[in-house]
Structures are given as C-alpha cells and as structure tokens.
C-alpha cells in the first residue's frame, strides 16, 4: 500500500503563503496520478489541485486557481502545493491522494476516484 504524509501547514496570515509536501512511499510515485484536497469544519471534502504522473497536465478549482500551484518531484517521491495569496477561506485540513488509474474529466476532482490518502495538515489562515 502506498503511504502519504503530509507537511508545511501551520498558522499565518491572510495574504502570506505557504508550501505544503506529500512525501510518498515506494518506487512507484512515478506512475501515481496526484490530487491536494480540503475539507473544512462542516464541509465536504473537495478537490484544490491534481496532477498526473508525468506532471504534464494540471487541474485547479476554480476558487483558488491563480493561487495554488501543484507540483511534482518523481526524483524526490515528493507532491508539493505551493499557496500564495491565502484567505481565511483556505483554512482547512489539506490532503494528499494518490491513484494509480487514469482519471477523465471531472473524474479527476471526486475523492472517491483516489485510493490512497495521507492524515492531512491543518492550514489556518487569520484575518
């Protein structure tokens, strides 16, 4: 079974930034297709960011596209997600999910499509 773990959460800020990392088990991350997800207090858990294997092609909610970067080091078995500009409405838990299937359309956004997930880390953003 493949193992996420999740860092670089913490308190800050509005308008500060943050670098979250998944650090992945295995020498399979190469092939894995990548998502950051969050889930607030009373709130569903919904997709921020996801990436495939080869770290070619990106997905971004709305919400927070122009400020979240996903990113990938296959060397390093590492996912990254860059948050700049933060607002008190990214807090949440942030978490990594991995899949090794090919995911197609809004696939790519449904927790349910991903088979692996670590604990999460909390983001909190202050006014």
């Known amino acids: 079974q493949v193992q996420l773990v999740e860092s670089g959460g913490g308190l800050v800020q509005a308008g500060g930034s943050l670098r979250l990392s998944c650090a992945a088990s295995?020498?399979?991350?190469?092939?894995?297709?990548m998502a950051w997800f969050r889930q607030a207090p009373g709130k569903e858990r919904e997709c921020v960011a996801a990436?495939?294997?080869?770290?070619?092609?990106?997905f971004y909610a709305e919400s927070v596209k122009g400020r979240f970067t996903i990113s990938r080091d296959n060397t390093k078995n590492t996912l990254y997600l860059q948050i700049d500009t933060l607002e008190p409405e990214d807090t949440a838990v942030y978490y990594c999910?991995?899949?090794?299937?090919?995911?197609?359309?809004?696939?790519?956004?449904?927790?349910?499509?991903?088979?692996?997930w670590g604990r999460g880390t909390q983001v909190t953003v202050s006014s």
């Open positions: 999910a991995a899949v090794r299937s090919t995911l197609y359309g809004s696939a790519w956004a449904l927790a349910s499509s991903y088979d692996y």
């Open positions: 295995g020498r399979s991350f190469s092939i894995l297709n």
């Open positions: 990436i495939r294997w080869s770290g070619g092609i990106t």
